[in-house]
C-alpha cells in the first residue's frame, strides 16, 4: 500500500500544481472563457452537463470496445498466421508497416464515403487502427521465445501446434498486453475522430457541436471524460494482466511437486 501511495504521490502533486498555475492564470490574465476556461468552470460544465455527458461517453465506450476488440483479435490470429508461415510473413508484414503511414483522416474519410454514417466505418476505422500494434507486439513475442527450450521440446517430439500453446505463446502474453494498451489508447482516439466525421452521437460528435457553437468550456469537459475513459481501458488491461500473471504464477506454484 506504502509503495502504492508513494508512486501516486508525484503525479498527483504536479497535477494538482499544473491546475493550479492554470487557475491562477487565467484569473491574472483576464481571459475569456470561449478562448481558455479555468478548471473550476470545466468542473461545473462536467457536472452541470453530467447527464449529457455520459449519454454520449456510453455510445463512445460501446463503438470503442467493439472495434478495439474485433481489433485485438484480429492483430492476434494474423500475427499467429505470419508466425506460423515465415513466407507469408516475408511477403505481408512490410505491407502492413506501409499500412500504418496513410492518414487516419484520409482512411476516415473514404470508409465515410463507402459505407455512409452509420456505425460500420466507425467500428472498422477503430478495428483498422487497433489490430496493427496488436499484431507487431504478438509477433515480437511469439520470436522471443527460450532457444533452448525450444530446442528440448522438438527433441523430445513435440509437434509445431504444441510448440505453439505450450512455449511460444504463453511467453509472448506480456507482448500481447503492451500492445493492448498502446492499442487501447489508439481506439478511444479514433472512435472520437470517427464520431466528428460521421455520427449523431458520441463524446466527438459533443465536441463538434460545441465548438460550432463555440462553448469551449464544454469541448475542455467532454476532453476530460475522453481522458478518463482512456485510462479506465488502460487500467482494465493492466488489471487483467495482472490477474493473468498472477493465476499463472499460483499455477506453477500448486504445480511443484512436494
Known amino acids: 500500500m506504502g509503495n502504492k501511495r508513494a508512486l501516486l504521490l508525484p503525479p498527483a502533486i504536479v497535477m494538482a500544481a499544473f491546475l493550479l498555475l492554470w487557475q491562477g492564470a487565467v484569473w491574472l490574465f483576464g481571459t475569456e472563457a470561449y478562448v481558455l476556461p479555468a478548471p473550476s468552470a470545466i468542473a461545473k460544465q462536467a457536472i452541470d452537463s453530467a447527464p449529457l455527458l455520459a449519454h454520449h461517453m456510453r455510445a463512445t465506450l ?8 474485433i481489433g485485438a483479435a484480429a492483430g492476434f490470429l494474423i500475427a499467429a498466421l505470419l508466425h506460423a508461415l515465415p513466407w507469408v510473413r516475408a511477403g505481408f508484414y512490410p505491407l502492413l508497416v506501409l499500412s500504418q503511414n496513410v492518414p487516419v483522416m484520409a482512411i476516415g474519410q473514404l470508409l465515410v464515403l463507402w459505407f455512409g454514417f452509420g456505425a460500420l466505418p466507425r467500428v472498422i476505422l477503430i478495428a483498422l487502427v487497433t489490430f496493427f500494434p496488436v499484431a507487431v507486439a504478438m509477433m515480437t513475442g511469439l520470436s522471443k521465445s527460450d532457444g533452448k527450450l525450444y530446442d528440448y521440446m522438438r527433441m523430445i517430439g513435440a509437434s509445431r501446434r504444441q510448440l505453439f500453446w505450450r512455449l511460444e505463446l504463453p511467453g509472448a502474453v506480456p507482448h500481447l498486453f503492451s500492445g493492448l494498451k498502446i492499442a487501447a489508447s489508439y481506439a478511444v482516439i479514433s ?8 455520427a449523431d452521437s458520441g ?12 462553448e469551449t468550456v464544454k469541448v475542455f469537459a467532454a476532453i476530460g471524460v475522453i481522458v478518463l475513459l482512456s485510462l479506465a481501458l488502460f487500467g482494465a488491461i493492466a488489471l487483467a494482466e495482472r ?3 498472477r493465476g499463472a504464477a499460483q ?8
Open 203 to 214: 463524446l466527438g460528435y459533443f465536441m463538434l457541436i460545441a465548438q460550432h457553437g463555440f
Open 62 to 69: 460501446g463503438i470503442t470496445l467493439l472495434g478495439f476488440g
Open 251 to 258: 499455477g506453477r506454484r500448486e504445480g511443484r511437486p512436494s
Open 191 to 198: 472512435a472520437i475522430y470517427a464520431e466528428a466525421i460521421g
Open 243 to 245: 490477474l493473468l500473471a
